[in-house]
């Protein structure tokens, strides 16, 4: 008998790098979501965003809001990003960008910068993962200081 929560669900957005290099936007095992490397080209093949950290920062987010969607999740379901940046000294475009939209939802987060991308148009590529139904936030945040 097949266990339910370990079985994988592959998500395809039909874009040719993904059969290209052998993987799927995303995958699915129970109420775990792992969302791959997303960029900001849409369905066309275009860099959305151009030249802008801000813009290609909300296209990337939209690109995984539609992923998180197609697989019955929620954005306030994601609790990590992976933010990797080949302009770290606009740090504060990819923030603001990114604070837009997960303000509210507070994931675990990382922004790291990378000599380049696959594509050298591409200024942000980011990972995310979600649970199923984490969407409840605790009354209170713990605050900590370091030693």
């Known amino acids: 008998m097949k266990d339910e929560s370990k079985q994988r669900t592959h998500y395809n ?7 290209l290099r052998g993987y799927c936007r995303a995958v699915q095992v129970g109420d775990r979501l792992f969302i791959s490397g997303t960029t900001a080209l849409n369905e066309k093949g275009v860099v959305v965003g151009g030249d802008s950290v801000y813009r290609q920062t909300r ?3 939209e690109n995984i809001r539609e992923v998180v969607k197609a697989a019955g999740f929620s954005m306030s ?7 990797f940046v080949v302009r770290m000294s606009e740090w504060k475009e990819y923030a603001r960008a ?5 303000d509210s939802i507070r ?5 790291v910068e990378v000599s380049r991308l696959m594509d050298p ?4 590529e980011m990972e995310a993962e979600a649970i199923r139904g984490c969407e409840q936030v605790a009354e209170e945040e713990v ?5």
């Open 107 to 111: 994931p675990a987060s990382s922004i």
């Open 121 to 124: 148009r591409f200024l942000i």
């Open 59 to 61: 296209a990337v987010i």
């Open 13 to 19: 957005s039909g874009l040719p790098t993904e059969p």
């Open 77 to 83: 379901d994601i609790v990590r990003t992976r933010l």
């Open 143 to 147: 605050s900590f200081t370091y030693e």
């Open 98 to 102: 990114h604070r837009e939209v997960f």
